[in-house]
């Protein structure tokens, strides 16, 4: 058996237990409804070694886009469920049997010679050891250094979406103070977090500037993305690395914000058809859970936070109450991660 790449084993939340298979493995079917169309159903599959390499394979020879690279999967038939594609796909092209997968982004894409509709799985563990069944190539990569080309124009989003970590930190310096809000940063990057929204609504323009410069600086050192909340020209002049749009602000912009990286805050379905339109890079969705900073809140719960991204194209957070424990819950219900103002620190 190939080693795991997978080191926690998920269970589904209470409200999605009728997600689960019957065939007693860890596949958590998508939560996302097949509509019909008139686009071809596919699954691909993100899969990860112990090392976070993802697997690439080449289309053999015979088939439409022969020798471009991609990730493995295959149609959904008629009657099966993108779950059981996946599993199906993974054993007749790899020859792996895939023991833990959750459901991640679901992208629409037209080639030449058909449109289809590719969702995608991330495999955390499987049994086997991969091999071409078709005899077609495979290589493990990374993001960082992507060696294998042409690849599928369709996964150019999905290359992007894996630079993104699965927590998401934002500041709370107001409430910790500052010395000690940039001590407990450090512990947190020093720990693995490499995402950060710097985000403190009570300070002025100018304590703003200088405060999220400071953080760009710390976070920059251990190779962490910054982001701003709320204000373009802050994030230019700290040296950030992109903005973090409120509702509000995203509702009202007409085209994305010049800038490398760029998220937003969703609460219902319209503000996450827009970050669609302008295609951001990813949105946090809430809250699911109560939180102090929204005490009045209408709280979503897990069961409206997978109905607001069925068939949703860009990475989503979950936001809210959340603690590193939640992670896998948000997975289960097809969120890329959880966003924490004080569960990151």
């Not at 920059?220 to 700290?238: E, F, K, M, T």
């Not at 109905?307 to 959340?322: S, T």
Request: hydrophobic fraction near 45%; aromatic fraction near 8%; charged fraction near 20%.
């Amino acid at each position: 058996m190939k080693a795991e790449s997978g080191r926690m084993k998920g269970k589904p939340p209470p409200d999605a237990a009728d997600d689960m298979t019957s065939e007693g493995s860890d596949i958590h079917p998508s939560p996302f409804i097949l509509h019909p169309s008139n686009r071809v159903e596919v699954v691909a599959a993100v899969i990860f070694n112990e090392r976070g390499e993802f697997l690439l394979a080449q289309r053999p020879a015979g088939k439409a886009y022969a020798g471009y690279w991609e990730f493995p999967g295959g149609k959904v038939e008629p009657d099966e469920s993108a779950a059981g594609a996946l599993k199906r796909e993974l054993h007749e092209e790899l020859g792996i049997d895939a023991l833990t997968a959750y459901p991640w982004l679901t992208r629409d894409f037209d080639y030449s010679h058909a449109a289809v509709r590719l969702r995608f799985f991330r495999v955390l563990k499987w049994s086997g050891e991969p091999h071409g069944r078709e005899l077609q190539q495979f290589a493990w990569q990374s993001v960082s250094n992507v060696t294998v080309a042409p690849l599928l124009p369709a996964n150019g989003p999905i290359l992007r979406a894996l630079e993104l970590p699965h927590v998401y930190g934002i500041t709370c310096a107001g409430e910790h103070g500052r010395d000690a809000f940039m001590a407990r940063l450090e512990q947190s990057l020093a720990t693995g977090l490499r995402l950060v929204q710097v985000r403190e609504k009570q300070l002025a323009s100018d304590a703003l500037r200088a405060f999220a410069a400071e953080v760009v600086a710390l976070g920059h050192r251990y190779g962490a993305r910054i982001l701003v909340n709320g204000s373009g020209d802050i994030a230019a002049q700290a040296g950030a690395d992109g903005v973090h749009l409120t509702a509000s602000q995203l509702m009202a912009a007409a085209r994305r914000p010049d800038c490398e990286w760029c998220g937003a805050s969703c609460h219902d379905a319209a503000e996450l058809g827009r970050a669609r339109e302008l295609a951001l890079d990813f949105v946090v969705l809430g809250p699911v859970r109560a939180t102090p900073t929204h005490p009045g809140a209408e709280l979503l719960g897990w069961r409206q936070f997978v109905q607001l991204i069925r068939d949703y194209p860009l990475p989503v957070y979950a936001i809210g109450g959340m603690r590193a424990s939640n992670l896998e819950q948000a997975w289960n219900c097809g969120a890329h991660g959880v966003a924490m103002m004080r569960g990151a620190w």
